[in-house]
């Protein structure tokens, strides 16, 4: 079966194509903001959005949407639009436990069948000081990553902890990915193996 991601993530992209040699990858033309009081649901929302907006250019395959925010203090911090408000995410993270959340969306185009999920990661950042922020905003990692940081870069060196699932901070949780592609008929275990053959 086909296997589409509804993303121009370059993460999402890497990740999934570990398991899926033959992902096909399309950018989602969505625009609309969801607007909720919970975040978990605006992350779920937004990722079915996505998900639909590709799904609806196809007559087959799973589609999969997702969307990655990052809460402190009940506020959502998305992609920082320019320094200064890259600098202020990461002074408010400074010290701090956040919670990333991801949400999830699996649409089958054929039938139309859709579910979603979402899943939440607890995250320690260290203190940072003014020097290591205007470091890092100088190395233009911050820009495109819910949250102004990636773990997966240099964002990494200022975790302390973190609670859950490490890929879902990256932006793809692979074990709620895992259980709901199954629903679908897919194994992503067995595809990548599959692929190894």
């Known amino acids: ?3 589409i991601l509804a993303s121009s993530s370059p993460r999402r992209i890497e990740l999934l194509k570990r398991f899926v040699p033959g992902l096909e990858v399309v950018k989602p033309l969505w625009e609309t903001r969801i607007i ?5 649901e605006v992350a779920y929302l937004t990722a079915l959005e ?3 907006a590709v799904a609806g250019r196809f007559t087959e ?4 949407g997702a969307d990655t925010i990052v809460v402190v203090d009940g506020d959502i911090l998305g ?3 320019d320094a200064s408000v890259a600098r202020d995410y990461l002074r408010r993270l400074s010290g701090c436990v956040h919670r990333v959340i991801t949400g999830l969306a699996v649409i089958d185009a054929s039938s139309g069948k859709e579910v979603y999920d979402y899943e939440v990661t607890e995250v320690k950042f260290r203190e940072l000081s003014d020097e290591e922020i205007d470091l890092y905003i100088a190395s233009g990692e911050p820009f495109d990553k819910a949250g102004a940081y990636g773990i997966q870069g240099l964002g ?3 975790v302390e902890w973190i609670r859950g699932d490490f890929y879902n901070v990256v932006g793809l949780p692979l074990l709620k990915l895992y259980l709901l592609l199954r629903r679908f008929g897919i194994d992503l275990l067995k595809l990548a193996v599959g692929s190894r053959g």
């Open 156 to 158: 990494g060196l200022f």
């Open 50 to 52: 996505k998900a639909r």
């Open 79 to 81: 992609k920082p639009r």
């Open 1 to 3: 079966m086909r296997v």
């Open 36 to 40: 909720s009081s919970d975040p978990a």
């Open 61 to 64: 395959g799973v589609v999969i």
